[in-house]
């Protein structure tokens, strides 16, 4: 009895996973792409992004340019290098210090990624939208020494926000 | 086969039997309720929930088709801005943020290829893929959709597609199964989905590797998700997924074909991969009129619900509507139902029939234990007690602008209704097993009205 082709369907054939030359794996090329630059903190092209991932130049410069857009990543031109460099914008310190939380219409995702001095605390705003899913809108960086300061720094703008307000609420009287 | 750590776990307040209440609990702030669910499939459901959300009891979940989804978010989208002026409305993104999603992909879609809903699951996989993990450019996304669509045309009620879908396009060497794959996650996240079951090829009797096919893509799935979740990416906890079709269930014969499905389970849930099972049974009208058939339904179900016991896990029955009662006998915590409380295939192709009664739908009477037709509804408004028994939370009759017209009958009224209906029934149940009752779903079932009935206790 031959074999029943369908037994020859491997859970790598199904994922597309490598088996000669670099292919997308189990994590997609979004994510492929972020290890990649990740794993090179010196700076890739896209060029070299395209090779290592096995996908065409034009798409890689399309994932990089949307990893931009979300600041995972950063880009310059350098001196004697005649195409841009990508670099990573940190990395997660652990996979369960990134979280995110809605607050009505709007989501935040917190990280902490390892920085050159210190660790860095991103925070990443998000949208959603029904037709399109979350979309990232921007993010800061904030190096961990400086958070708790951010955090009295916030409040003292906020307590003058409620000074301003009462302040109106009088003269209004 | 890789192993993980498990998100969920069920929490048993109180069993009888096989059966049991108590919760699913998902993540350390939800817990879903044992019992039943409604399922939405078309735009028109959408606008049910949003307009009336009262009808949901707390934290119940639902349970939305896959392929149906981009047309319904759409739906929800244009209704989201006048939900939030409308006394009692609700917006799409308050309604999943207290109801749990589950997003699954009926298995008759691609088992069957009907024109139509082939056509509509390509709108929505063109406009999913470029926002994917695989980032494809719309013009990529355009011939992928083309080649799948082609595909499953060109092959139904076979797996000569999944054996094409795996295989590796020359030019990118990525196969349509991955891209699939991403698209089932990404839908899922435009629902906000916590709960996943894949699109994965269906068990077929005539075909017995289809068993080790669908095991194959679970583990794919359940592979991809694992990486997600440690890349600190949200994901929604992953189910081992079971459509059947109905030819695998032979009157009172134990089939071989199901015990390597139950041990293929076993080892899946051992891995900690998977937090449940969900299955999905092709064709439970035709296996209603035999009460062979039936049992090995049944028979099937305990076992499988012995071993989500046995792990902590869940189990799911997607869409067996009222005979969703007596699963929960049998160990399922959660059985679905659809708006219309049909049991058929979802996309079923082809378009209403002459009679412009039919397109009322059928109204479920769970006191009198039968479905009424519009006719019948017309009839029981000139009784002394006119329409359905009370429930609480929706209206028994219909008002003057439903009576003449079937779209609003359905949203405002048949619909919520049958919602209504089966909470009611559920609660029921649930106090039943509470005070020790063993069967009380096949209890009720049995002096349901034919073939309905064939599910009760014999």
Redesign the interface.
């Given at each position: 009895m031959g074999v029943?082709?369908?037994?020859e369907?491997?859970?790598a054939?199904?994922?597309?996973e490598?088996d000669s030359?670099p292919?997308?794996d189990?994590?997609?090329?979004?994510?492929l792409i972020l290890s990649i630059v990740r794993q090179n903190p010196d700076g890739v092209t896209a060029q070299m992004v395209s090779s290592s991932a096995?996908?065409s130049l034009?798409?890689a410069k399309?994932?990089l340019d949307?990893l931009l857009h979300q600041r995972e990543v950063y880009s310059r031109v350098v001196p004697g290098v005649r195409a841009r460099l990508y670099y990573p914008n940190g990395k997660?310190v652990h996979?369960?210090?990134?979280d995110?939380k809605?607050f009505g219409?709007q989501i935040f995702r917190v990280?902490v990624h390892e920085g050159r001095r210190t660790p860095r605390v991103q925070i990443q705003e998000r949208k959603?939208?029904?037709?399109?899913?979350?979309k990232v809108e921007g993010s800061i960086f904030i190096d961990i020494d400086n958070v708790e300061g951010l955090l009295s720094f916030t409040k003292e703008v906020l307590e003058r926000l409620n000074q301003i307000k009462t302040t109106q609420e009088l003269e209004h009287t | 086969m890789r192993s993980a750590v498990r998100r969920t776990v069920i929490v048993v307040e109180r069993e009888a039997g096989s059966a049991f209440v108590g919760g699913w609990q998902i993540d350390q702030a939800t817990s879903v309720p044992v019992g039943v669910v409604p399922y939405v499939k078309s735009r028109e459901d959408v606008s049910v929930v949003l307009r009336s959300p009262e009808l949901l009891l707390q934290g119940q979940p639902i349970e939305f088709s896959g392929y149906s989804l981009y047309r319904a978010l759409r739906t929800a989208e244009a209704l989201d801005s006048r939900m939030a002026d409308r006394p009692g409305g609700i917006r799409f993104s308050d309604l999943v943020a207290s109801h749990p999603v589950l997003v699954s992909f009926p298995p008759d879609l691609t088992w069957l290829a009907h024109p139509d809903a082939v056509t509509k699951f390509g709108e929505g996989l063109k406009r999913v893929l470029p926002d994917s993990e695989m980032k494809s450019t719309p013009s990529d996304a355009e011939k992928i959709t083309r080649n799948v669509q082609e595909q499953l045309l060109a092959h139904p009620q076979s797996y000569s597609f999944w054996k094409i879908a795996t295989r590796k396009d020359p030019e990118t060497h990525i196969p349509l199964s991955r891209y699939l794959i991403e698209y089932t996650l990404t839908v899922a996240s435009r629902a906000k989905a916590r709960i996943l079951a894949g699109m994965v090829p269906v068990i077929d009797v005539r075909t017995p590797n289809s068993v080790w096919l669908t095991h194959k893509f679970n583990l794919a799935f359940a592979d991809v998700v694992a990486d997600r979740v440690d890349e600190g990416i949200r994901a929604p906890v992953y189910l081992y997924t079971l459509p059947i079709n109905p030819g695998v269930f032979e009157a009172d014969t134990p089939s071989e074909i199901l015990s390597v499905v139950e041990r293929n389970a076993q080892a899946a849930l051992r891995s900690g991969l998977f937090e449940g099972i969900w299955v999905a049974i092709r064709g439970l009208p035709s296996i209603s009129l035999s009460p062979g058939r039936v049992n090995s339904v049944m028979g099937f179900l305990r076992r499988l619900s012995e071993v989500a016991k046995a792990n902590s896990a869940a189990l799911w029955w997607s869409r067996p509507g009222v005979m969703g009662l007596a699963g929960l006998d049998v160990g399922c915590a959660v059985t679905s139902f659809s708006f219309n409380l049909r049991v058929d295939d979802v996309y079923l192709g082809g378009r209403m029939g002459r009679d412009r009664s039919h397109s009322f739908g059928k109204v479920l009477n769970p006191v009198s234990r039968d479905y009424w037709e519009y006719r019948q509804l017309l009839r029981s408004l000139e009784a002394p007690e006119p329409g359905l028994p009370a429930l609480g939370t929706c209206r028994t009759v219909p008002d003057v602008l439903e009576l003449q017209s079937p779209q609003h009958y359905r949203i405002q009224f048949s619909k919520p209704y049958n919602v209504a209906a089966m909470n009611w029934l559920c609660s029921e149940w649930k106090s039943h097993v509470r005070q020790g009752e063993t069967s009380p779903g096949r209890e009720y079932l049995q002096t349901f009205s034919a073939p309905t009935n064939q599910w009760g206790l014999r």
């Open positions: 029943d082709p369908l037994d369907i491997s859970v054939d199904i994922l597309g490598k030359g292919q997308p189990a994590r997609g090329v979004r994510s096995g996908i034009t798409w399309q994932v949307d997660l996979k369960f210090l990134q995110s809605e219409d990280s959603f939208s029904l037709l399109e899913g979350e | -």
